[in-house]
C-alpha cells in the first residue's frame, strides 16, 4: 500500500509530532505539582445528602461543604494563612445543621493533642474545639479541648481537655464545663444511641476500664473492671450492652525481646444494667492472631442483627469477621488474599462499604478499590474498579449512596460520590485543582522482584519521557513503615507530597523506583512482620539493596549516579543504604530517619533476659553503626518538634559523620514537627531534597 504526503496531511502529522514532544518534554515547577488540594476529614450526615471534608491547599486548611443531588463544593470556614494548624475530628451532626471539628495539633504524631507552632506565633497557639453552621456563618469557639463527639440528640458536644471529659451545647450558647471527674487518662468517648449515657475509656498507665457516664447524680459505671486494658467501647442498638477490646495489662515476667510471639486480645460484653460481663471470642494463640496494627486496629463496631463485626489478621490478612453478640463461631465475611482498611457502616448497620487492594485486575494488590459486604454473611461485591484510587468512603443519603476520595496516576485525591446502584461516579470539587497544575505527569508502572531469601518485592516505577541515553535514578523508601504506595496519587498527606516530589524528579530526568519494602502492609501477615526486622536485624534493608540492584541493571539506567531518598523509617533505611552499600548508593537524603535505635524512644528493657543481645543487635541494625563505611554524600532534614522520631537522632549521627569526615549537607527546621504542618516548609524540605539529588546524580 502506498502513502501520499499532501500538503494537508503534512500539517497535521507536523502538528502531532509537537504536541507529542510537548508532552514528553514537559516540565512544571515544584509549588505547581504540590499545589493541589488534599482532602481530609471525609464525613457525611447519614440520613441526609450531605458531606463535608477539610482542604489543605498550599497551607490553607478549610472545611467545605456539599449537598445532593449536585454535590457543589462550598467553603465553609475561611482561614487564610499558613500557620500550621491542621482540622481534625470534623462531624456533622445528626440534625445535619451543625458541623464540630478541631484545629491545631498534630494528631499523626504520639502527642496529637499538643499545641503545634511552626509559624512562631509569639503568642502561642492552641488545640481547640469550634463549632460551624453547614448552611454557613462564622465559626463559634467551643473550647480548648479534643477529640469531640456530638450527641445523638444534636444539642451537646463532648470532648476531651488535660484527661478530662467537658461538654458544652453545640450552638456555643453557653461556656464548656466538666461533664463529670474521675483519675486516669480519658478518652474514646461513645454516646449511646439515645444520647443519654456516655461510654468513655479510662486509661491508667498499667490497666485501663471502660466507664459509663450517666448523670451527675448517678455514680459513674464501671463495666467488668480486672487488672487488663480495656478499650474500644461500641453499644447494642438498644443501648442495653457493650462490646470492648481486652488485652493484658502491663507487666509480668520479663519476656524476650527478640523473640516473636503472639499479642493476645479478645472481645468481651457487658451488660449496662446488671454489669454482668462475657468473653465472647478470644484471638487464635498465633503471631498473625495477635491484635491487629493496621488502619483502624480491631475496627470493633456492633452491628444489625445482634453481631460483633471486627478486623482479625488471623488467616495471615487483615480481614472482616463477624459473630453472634451471644457466642458462636465468627464468620469470614472477605476471604481472599487482600487487606481490608478503611470500613464504613451503613446507617442501619446491615452492610459494610471499605477500601480493599483487590480486584478483576491482578495489578490492583497495588491499588485501592471500594467493596462492600453484609454484616452477617460473606456476599462480598466490588463496587469500583479501574487504574485509579479509591479510599476513605462515607455512606450517605440513608445508605444509599458512598462518597470517598479518588485519585488517579496524574490526578490529585479529590472526593466523589456514587450512588450505590449504579456504580457510577461524579467528582466534587475539580476545580479546586489550579489551571497550572501539571496534567501530563508519568504513570508509575508495576514493577517485581525477588529479594535474594526468595521474598516477593512489589514497586511502582517512574520513568521520564523522550529522554535519550543513560539515565540517573532513584530508590524513593516511604515511612511508617506501616504504609503500602500504590500506582497513582497516595491517599495519605505525607506520601501525597513525596508522590508529587517523585514526578517532579522524573520530569528533572530521573528514573524514581518507589519500593514497598518488608514491614509494609498489602501482602500478608509475614510481610508486614517479618522476623529479624528493625531494631531485631534490619532483614527489610535487603530488600532496598535489591531495588537499587535491579535499577543497576536497567538498560536505561547509569548504575553509577544512583540515589536514594526517604522519610521517617524511609530514612533509617536511606541511611543503612548509605552506610552499608554507598558503591550502589551514590549519593541519598536521609529525611527524619532512626539512625540509632538505642537512642529510640521506646529504649530496650534491662530486665530482659536476651537485653545484652537486643541491645548489640539493635545498634548493629542502626546507620550510626556503620559510619565507617560510609562515603557517599547525603543530605540530613530534621524539624525540632518531632513528636515521632526525635530531633537527637540526627544530631547524633551528625556527630558521628562529622568525627569521621564524611561529607554531609543539612537542613534543620526549627519548631514544625514530622509532617510539615506548614505548607512551606513541606515545599522547602521537597526543593532540597529535589536540589540536593540534582547537583550530585544529574549533572555527573
Same mark, same amino acid.
Given at each position: ?428 470539587? !475539580?476545580?479546586?485543582? =489550579? #489551571? @497550572?497544575?501539571?496534567?501530563?505527569? +508519568?504513570?508509575?508502572? /508495576?514493577? *517485581?522482584?525477588? &529479594? ?73 501477615? !509475614?510481610?508486614?512482620? =517479618? #522476623? @529479624?526486622?528493625?531494631?531485631?536485624? +534490619?532483614?527489610?534493608? /535487603?530488600? *532496598?539493596?535489591? &531495588? ?153
Amino acid at each position: 500500500m502506498r502513502y501520499i504526503i499532501t500538503k494537508k496531511n503534512f500539517l497535521c502529522i507536523f502538528i502531532l509530532l509537537l504536541l507529542i514532544n510537548r508532552v514528553s518534554a514537559q516540565k512544571f515547577k515544584l509549588d505547581e505539582v504540590l499545589s493541589y488540594p488534599f482532602p481530609t476529614e471525609l464525613t457525611s450526615c447519614a440520613q441526609q445528602s450531605k458531606i463535608a471534608w477539610a482542604v489543605n491547599q498550599k497551607g490553607l486548611r478549610n472545611i467545605y461543604v456539599a449537598t445532593g443531588p449536585y454535590y457543589n463544593a462550598v467553603q465553609l470556614s475561611h482561614y487564610s494563612t499558613d500557620d500550621g494548624q491542621e482540622i481534625t475530628s470534623l462531624s456533622i451532626s445528626a440534625n445535619g445543621r451543625s458541623l464540630v471539628y478541631v484545629r491545631g495539633g498534630d494528631h499523626s504524631s504520639s502527642e496529637g493533642g499538643v499545641p503545634v507552632n511552626p509559624g512562631f506565633d509569639p503568642a502561642g497557639t492552641k488545640v481547640q474545639v469550634w463549632t460551624i453552621p453547614f448552611a454557613g456563618g462564622e465559626p463559634h469557639l467551643l473550647g480548648e479541648g479534643d477529640y469531640p463527639v456530638i450527641s445523638p440528640k444534636s444539642d451537646n458536644v463532648a470532648f476531651v481537655k488535660s484527661g478530662q471529659v467537658w461538654l458544652a451545647p453545640i450552638n456555643g450558647s453557653a461556656a464548656a464545663k466538666p461533664m463529670f471527674s474521675t483519675r486516669g487518662n480519658n478518652g474514646s468517648l461513645q454516646w449511646s444511641p439515645n444520647g443519654d449515657k456516655l461510654a468513655f475509656v479510662s486509661s491508667r498507665v498499667d490497666h485501663a476500664f471502660i466507664g459509663i457516664f450517666t448523670d451527675t447524680a448517678t455514680p459513674i459505671q464501671w463495666l467488668a473492671p480486672s487488672f487488663s486494658k480495656d478499650a474500644s467501647p461500641r453499644w447494642s442498638a438498644d443501648g442495653s450492652q457493650i462490646a470492648f477490646v481486652r488485652t493484658p495489662g502491663t507487666g509480668g515476667e520479663p519476656d524476650s525481646i527478640l523473640t516473636r510471639k503472639h499479642l493476645p486480645w479478645a472481645i468481651w460484653t457487658a451488660n449496662v444494667a446488671s454489669g454482668k460481663s462475657t468473653r465472647l471470642w478470644e484471638a487464635p494463640k498465633t503471631l498473625a492472631g495477635s491484635i491487629p496494627t493496621t488502619d483502624g486496629g480491631v475496627n470493633l463496631n456492633w452491628a444489625a442483627g445482634n453481631r460483633i463485626v471486627f478486623i482479625s489478621y488471623q488467616d495471615g490478612w487483615p480481614h472482616l469477621y463477624s459473630l453472634p453478640a451471644s457466642g458462636g463461631q465468627a464468620t469470614l465475611l472477605t476471604p481472599g488474599n487482600f487487606m481490608v482498611e478503611q470500613i464504613e457502616f451503613s446507617d442501619d448497620k446491615k452492610f459494610i462499604v471499605f477500601s480493599a487492594n483487590t480486584g478483576t485486575d491482578k495489578q490492583d494488590i497495588d491499588r485501592r478499590h471500594l467493596a462492600r459486604v453484609s454484616a452477617d454473611k460473606p456476599d462480598m461485591q466490588m463496587l469500583t474498579s479501574g487504574n485509579g484510587i479509591e479510599a476513605y468512603p462515607v455512606i450517605t443519603e440513608n445508605s444509599a449512596a458512598v462518597v470517598f476520595l479518588s485519585s488517579t496516576a496524574q490526578r490529585p485525591l479529590i472526593p466523589a460520590h456514587m450512588q450505590l446502584r449504579s456504580k457510577n461516579f461524579k467528582l466534587i470539587g !475539580e476545580e479546586l485543582i =489550579p #489551571a @497550572n497544575f501539571p496534567r501530563q505527569l +508519568a504513570i508509575p508502572k /508495576q514493577v *517485581i522482584f525477588n &529479594a535474594p531469601d526468595g521474598t516477593e518485592v512489589h514497586a511502582q516505577l517512574f520513568e521520564p519521557a523522550g529522554v535519550k541515553g543513560k539515565r540517573p535514578a532513584i530508590v524513593y523508601i516511604h515511612g511508617g513503615p506501616q504504609r503500602q504506595m500504590v500506582l497513582g496519587w497516595h491517599f495519605m498527606d505525607y506520601y501525597s507530597i513525596d508522590y508529587a516530589l517523585n514526578q517532579y524528579l522524573v520530569s528533572l530526568g530521573f528514573d524514581v523506583l518507589s519500593v514497598n519494602y518488608r514491614t509494609g502492609v498489602g501482602y500478608g501477615y !509475614e510481610f508486614n512482620k =517479618p #522476623a @529479624n526486622a528493625g531494631a531485631k536485624g +534490619a532483614s527489610e534493608y /535487603q530488600d *532496598i539493596k535489591t &531495588a537499587g540492584q535491579w535499577l543497576a541493571t536497567q538498560p536505561q539506567i547509569d548504575g553509577t549516579r544512583i540515589g536514594i531518598y526517604g522519610g521517617s523509617y524511609g530514612g533509617f533505611l536511606t541511611g543503612l543504604g548509605l552506610a552499608h552499600d554507598s558503591k550502589l548508593f551514590a549519593a541519598g537524603v536521609d529525611i527524619h530517619g532512626v539512625n540509632n535505635w538505642l537512642k529510640a524512644s521506646s529504649g530496650i528493657p534491662e530486665s530482659a533476659p536476651d537485653a545484652a543481645l537486643a541491645t548489640k543487635i539493635a545498634f548493629q541494625s542502626s546507620p550510626a553503626a556503620w559510619v565507617s563505611t560510609w562515603t557517599s554524600p547525603v543530605l540530613l532534614i530534621h524539624a525540632d518538634d518531632d513528636r515521632n522520631v526525635q530531633f537527637t537522632q540526627t544530631v547524633d549521627l551528625t556527630r558521628r559523620l562529622e568525627s569521621k569526615g564524611i561529607p554531609f549537607e543539612y537542613l534543620s527546621i526549627p519548631d514544625d514537627t514530622h509532617h510539615w504542618m506548614k505548607y512551606s516548609n513541606a515545599l522547602t524540605v521537597s526543593e532540597a531534597t529535589a536540589e540536593f539529588l540534582k547537583r550530585k546524580l544529574l549533572s555527573k
